[in-house]
């Protein structure tokens, strides 16, 4: 472990060299908030880029519409159990049958909208 004393005899043995050193540094104090800030701006957009892209990620939006899916499901598994007036439990079914709709309308490996399409290209092959 250095000691006062180690440290005092070096900058006795060496005070040129260390006022060379810092003389020739003194611009560089001046430029090194300007350097920060655009070193942190980088850093910054690059964190930002980088989250957006995870959160855009195709696999990433498919987990969180499942769980929005699962979710309405639920409330509507609560609503069907609750007792409610039932003019408040259609209108509930109504609401989870659109989210579905919409969900498979926007979604190209929907199994309902598989299995219509081959039910279509069924019967327009028995047609022929």
Request: aromatic letters at 6%; hydrophobic letters at 40%; one cysteine or more.
């Amino acid at each position: 472990m250095v000691t006062d004393e180690d440290l005092d005899r070096f900058v006795r043995e060496n005070r040129e060299f260390i006022e060379r050193m810092m003389s020739s540094r003194s611009g560089d104090l001046f430029r090194m908030p300007a350097a920060a800030a655009e070193l942190t701006k980088i850093k910054s957009e690059k964190f930002f880029r980088e989250t957006a892209e995870a959160l855009a990620n195709p696999e990433v939006q498919k987990h969180f519409m499942m769980a929005g899916l699962e979710f309405m499901a639920g409330l509507s598994a609560l609503v069907k159990m609750s007792p409610l007036p039932d003019y408040v439990k259609e209108a509930a079914s109504e609401t989870g049958s659109n989210v579905r709709q919409t969900a498979c309308m926007n979604n190209k490996d929907c199994p309902v909208k598989n299995k219509k399409k081959a039910a279509k290209a069924a019967s327009e092959e028995c047609a022929e």
